[in-house]
């Protein structure tokens, strides 16, 4: 029996159309939103000044920096630089997935006490692991945690400065960072008010999207949610950076006097450089 050409294209037409609707679903939920390009003036900043600033002690900040297990000496490194000069407000864990434990990991979470495992299956920063940490960090409710900050382990963190510029943040609602395009703070170091981590840990929309390209999908989550107009986007443009010679569209030179972040350090002696040039500002000894 033959089938009419009219029904042969009309089942082909709605093949197309479950095809095309597929692939647009799994990009609008997995692809970054880039948004478009925005330009800074920092020379108008209204920022606090960090000339002369001193340390605040009343804010509670957590800090997860996102590693690997086969990156220990990255993560040594980062013990022997900035993190000497963690004020005392400041938790830090690094953030790793972790189900099986070699004996120099093993040795190593014994030695420092500071790598939080991830319960997943695999590693991969795309596949929910922002969203399990956040969950996670939800439920240290009892710590009281201003903020929940998500650090990648090539950023330089200044943690004198971030300290100073967060005690001048809004705790409620904030979503803070570098911004790309108009949309999503960039993955290299953005934090969130600890009211933001607990929605994301108990609203249905970030559970059921937590895969997708990880440095956007926070603001995802916000927008599908019909929450985004009432956070409050906390932008440190000025302030972070790439490292000058990453050749990213985001790099430029260290400021004595007002760089927070360098991010893209993918090479030790690039890390390096960026501690020596920056540890002479620090406040806390």
């Known amino acids: 029996m033959l089938i009419p050409r009219s029904l042969l294209v009309f089942k082909l037409a709605a093949l197309v159309t479950v095809i095309v609707g597929t692939i647009l679903f799994f990009h609008e939920t997995s692809a970054p939103n880039l948004g478009r390009p925005l330009k800074w003036d920092c ?27 086969e990156k220990a000496e990255r993560r040594q490194m980062i013990r022997d630089t900035y993190l000497q000069y963690k004020p005392e407000n400041i938790e830090y864990k690094f953030v790793m997935v972790a189900n099986h434990i070699p004996k120099s990991l093993q040795q190593e979470i014994d030695d420092y006490n500071d790598i939080l ?40 963190l200044h943690l004198d400065r971030m300290e100073y510029d967060l005690s001048h943040t809004n705790r409620n609602m904030s979503y803070w960072g570098y911004l790309v395009g108009d949309t999503f703070m960039g993955g290299l170091c953005y934090g969130l008010s600890f009211d933001l981590v607990e929605w994301i840990a108990d609203a249905p929309i970030p559970r059921r999207y ?16 019909n929450i985004d107009e009432q956070v409050n986007y906390e932008v440190r443009n000025c302030r972070i950076h790439d490292y000058i010679d990453s050749g990213s569209f985001y790099s430029k030179e260290i400021e004595l006097d007002n760089t927070m972040i360098v991010h893209y350090l993918k090479s030790d002696d690039h890390f390096l450089d960026t501690h020596e040039t920056l540890s002479s500002t620090y406040q806390s000894k």
């Open 210 to 225: 937590k895969s997708g390209h990880e440095d956007s999908q926070v603001q995802k989550w916000f927008r599908w949610s």
């Open 117 to 156: 495992r991830i319960n997943m299956t695999r590693e991969n920063m795309n596949e929910g692991k922002t969203y399990e940490y956040f969950r996670t960090m939800a439920e240290r409710k009892d710590d009281k945690f201003d903020f929940v900050l998500k650090a990648d382990d090539d950023s330089y």
């Open 43 to 69: 020379s108008s900043t209204t920022l606090p000044s960090f000339h002369g600033a001193q340390t605040y002690n009343d804010t509670k900040i957590f800090i997860g920096i996102f590693t690997t297990k």
